[in-house]
């Protein structure tokens, strides 16, 4: 079945920027995504790319998408305390999401 | 911006008791989906819906498992004899079209005593 990957803790100072990885096992997959949870709260859908796309960015968010090495990336420019959060990567190819174990991100001042 | 809805936010329930955990996805969607996470675990897919039918369910979702569209607003999650392992966090999810970004509600923190 999919696997997808995640390193489980991130800290960062704020005002610098944050880097999530994520790997992933589907060859197939068609969509890529990052969502954030806060404490208590939902998924909240970030941002996604297209398999046939390497590059999104949207303000601060980048995404980056190694499409040959099966590897995504999330990049905060600027991180301030309210990106402290849980993020997720998922990926799907047949409508339904498959999730990585989430990041805790941490902004510390 | 229009959001999906889940109530309870929390539902306790006794073991061997149903519970219905209820949704309403955003109006003009078509795709339906109930997600679970267990604590300090992934969020795994449970189950898809469209056109009033299970279009893709897991392993998870065994016969103790059903979900309704029961009118023309709410989408329920219905777990007949809950076991402490269905202790979780359910979400629900919808989206326009299957292939487009799935919208999340809140989701409802079941625990199973």
């Known amino acids: 079945g999919e696997d997808v990957e995640q390193s489980l803790f991130l800290s960062v100072r704020e005002g610098d920027s944050s880097v999530i990885n994520c790997t992933y096992t589907d060859s197939s997959s068609t969509y890529l995504y990052w969502y954030k949870q806060e404490p208590g709260a939902g998924l909240q859908l970030l941002t996604y790319i297209f398999s046939n796309m390497d590059m999104k960015q949207d303000q601060r968010l980048t995404v980056l998408l190694n499409k040959k090495d099966k590897h995504l990336s999330l990049r905060i420019a600027d991180t301030q305390t309210g990106d402290s959060a849980i993020y997720f990567c998922?990926?799907?190819?047949?409508?339904?999401?498959?999730f990585g174990a989430g990041t805790t991100v941490t902004v510390r001042a | 911006e229009p959001e999906v809805t889940q109530t309870p936010s929390h539902q306790v329930t006794q073991m061997g008791q149903e519970v219905i955990l209820r949704c309403v996805p955003i109006?003009?969607?078509?795709?339906f989906y109930w997600y679970r996470q267990i604590l300090g675990q992934k969020v795994e897919f449970l189950v898809s819906f469209y056109n009033n039918e299970i279009s893709e369910k897991s392993e998870i979702f065994d016969d103790q498992f059903s979900v309704e569209r029961p009118d023309g607003s709410n989408f329920t999650l219905k777990i007949r004899s809950t076991k402490l392992e269905d202790s979780a966090m359910y979400f629900c999810a919808s989206n326009p079209q299957g292939n487009q970004p799935q919208h999340f509600g809140d989701g409802t923190r079941l625990s199973i005593l």
């Open positions: 998922a990926e799907t190819n047949d409508y339904k999401l498959s």
């Open positions: 109006s003009n969607h078509l795709y």
